[in-house]
């Protein structure tokens, strides 16, 4: 039991425990604090990946308890429930996480990566529970929990761990990808050597030592333009290739792409690099037939690249730091370019940069899902089909109202087009129709975490506005578009392409 010292603990709950039967466990961890006054508080961090944070370690503080409990840390809100422990242990505050599986060993990766002594409880509690066998494990684990409450925070941390971010540069190919797989620093395909002198050739006189993203997740190391340069000849790429690699990260590195999550939640998704303008043709990255699928080098390294830059200075290792649960081929590599010469619309960089501009958009989500429709000669008829794919009980923006990317092949945009529609139009279309009956999604899913007006409409919106909407034409010939439904939480980020020695202005499309 606490002892006289902890007169008071502060529970926070980040709404995590309301799924399944895990409120039964909070519950029991309150009632077990019999000697000590309790407040509750419940709040979702979900898609919180540092913004807000420290305000929110702020707040915690004031309310002047000696000890918090945080919980739950068992998925991607995993870094994001560390990360607030550790702002309260800076506070002088004793603080414990409470981790579930496969958040726990996250945790204990950022712990180890950070702050080496962060007390973490595991708390293994399962959807199929029952309330009586949650409470259960809620007690096995509060013996653990009073000894780190007990326990106040050092005055100086254990010196953290690193990620290993570089590799030998005099190492044969075969020894490079063993140290690589043995290190879990690869994605498991083979890999090009990174000497020095491909290395150089892939910086192109840019400096290694930029910096492309201060904070990656979950290592809290920073991601430079030589970390992303070793990426790129690791995946394949051609120098050619290494701007729109670079403006990836640059992007990534947007507060509201929330990068911290998205590199380690359990959901199967990727990120899609959309290239768009003139320099992406120039680059050759493939627009038309089969441009979402393999056969073209500078589509699968580019995606391969940026994703390999997550794994080597960020550590999110899969099954380690990225915790998907079943993960996706999206997470290997997802990248195409927009095929301007079949759309009969401007291409996503007139839109938002100028038709003189080349970019590049980032979008976290699943993969490509196929909408076939052969039959349809009106706009109507093509985007129902797109509206119903987009709106299933499995997708997470049934429950968190977020963005969607659609992917239409040239023949269903001129349809569009010829019926009168603008991309604008379609963009509306969508977000009045991409949407469930709030009775059919009710008890389904996640725990739904909208906007107030959304949950006041039914049908329930999928889509938080016309703008968060993305349109695109891709592809060949035939009747197959495709949507990307989106991990939710967060926002796309487009960026005009980065040049060798200058830094983009950033701007995105929200």
């Given at each position: 039991m606490p002892g006289e010292v902890l007169r008071s603990v502060l529970v926070f709950d980040n709404t995590k425990f309301a799924f399944a039967n895990y409120q039964a466990a909070r519950d029991e961890l309150v009632a077990l604090l019999i000697t000590a006054t309790v407040t509750v508080v419940s709040r979702s961090i979900r898609g919180g990946l540092g913004v807000g944070l420290a305000?929110?370690?702020?707040?915690?503080?004031?309310?002047?308890?000696?000890?918090?409990?945080?919980?739950?840390?068992?998925?991607?809100?995993?870094?994001?429930?560390?990360?607030?422990a550790l702002l309260l242990r800076d506070r002088r505050i004793p603080t414990v996480v409470l981790a579930g599986d496969p958040g726990v060993g996250l945790a204990r990766q950022i712990a180890e990566l950070q702050v080496p002594d962060l007390p973490i409880v595991h708390l293994p509690l399962r959807q199929w529970m029952t309330a009586s066998e949650a409470r259960a494990v809620a007690r096995e684990s509060f013996p653990s929990v009073i000894a780190a409450l007990d326990t106040p925070p050092p005055l100086t941390s254990a010196e953290p761990a690193r990620v290993i971010a570089v590799v030998p540069f005099d190492a044969s190919a075969g020894d490079t990808f063993e140290w690589l797989l043995e290190s879990g620093l690869t994605d498991g395909l083979p890999v090009i050597p990174p000497t020095e002198p491909l290395v150089e050739r892939m910086l192109g006189g840019?400096?290694?030592?930029?910096?492309?993203?201060?904070?990656?997740?979950?290592?809290?190391?920073?991601q430079t333009v030589g970390h992303a340069a070793l990426a790129s000849v690791l995946a394949g790429c051609a120098p050619q290739h290494f701007s729109f690699v670079v403006t990836a990260l640059e992007a990534m590195a947007a507060p509201e792409f929330a990068l911290w999550?998205?590199?380690?939640?359990?959901?199967?998704?990727?990120?899609?690099?959309?290239?768009?303008?003139?320099?992406?043709?120039?680059?050759?990255?493939?627009?038309?037939?089969?441009?979402?699928?393999?056969?073209f080098r500078a589509n699968a390294t580019i995606g391969r690249a940026a994703n390999l830059a997550l794994i080597l200075a960020g550590g999110a290792i899969p099954g380690v730091g990225n915790l998907a649960t079943q993960g996706s081929p999206a997470q290997y590599s997802y990248c195409f370019a927009e095929n301007l010469t079949l759309s009969p619309w401007p291409g996503l960089h007139a839109d938002r940069f100028g038709p003189d501009s080349t970019t590049v958009t980032v979008f976290h989500g699943e993969g490509p899902h196929n909408v076939v429709d052969m039959v349809s000669l009106d706009a109507s008829g093509i985007l129902a089909g797109i509206a119903s794919t987009s709106a299933t009980l499995g997708s997470n923006n049934t429950y968190l109202t977020g963005e969607l990317m659609v992917i239409l092949c040239p023949d269903h945009a001129e349809i569009i087009a010829r019926s009168g529609w603008t991309k604008r139009d379609v963009q509306e279309y969508l977000f009045e129709n991409v949407r469930l009956p709030a009775q059919l999604s009710a008890g389904h899913g996640q725990v739904a975490v909208r906007p107030d007006w959304a949950n006041a409409l039914d049908p329930v919106p999928a889509i938080?506005?016309?703008?968060?909407?993305?349109?695109?034409?891709?592809?060949?010939?035939g009747g197959h578009s495709s949507v990307a439904l989106p991990w939710a939480m967060n926002r796309s980020v487009t960026l005009p392409l980065s040049s060798p020695d200058a830094r983009p202005t950033t701007s995105t499309n929200r």
């Open positions: 305000d929110l370690a702020d707040e915690l503080a004031s309310l002047g308890h000696d000890a918090v409990v945080l919980g739950f840390a068992d998925a991607g809100v995993t870094p994001a429930t560390t990360r607030l840019r400096s290694p030592d930029r910096i492309l993203i201060s904070d990656l997740a979950p290592s809290g190391q920073e999550q998205t590199a380690t939640s359990t959901n199967p998704s990727g990120t899609l690099i959309v290239a768009s303008g003139p320099l992406a043709d120039d680059a050759g990255i493939h627009s038309g037939l089969g441009c979402l699928g393999p056969g938080l506005d016309p703008d968060a909407v993305t349109v695109v034409v891709a592809g060949g010939h």
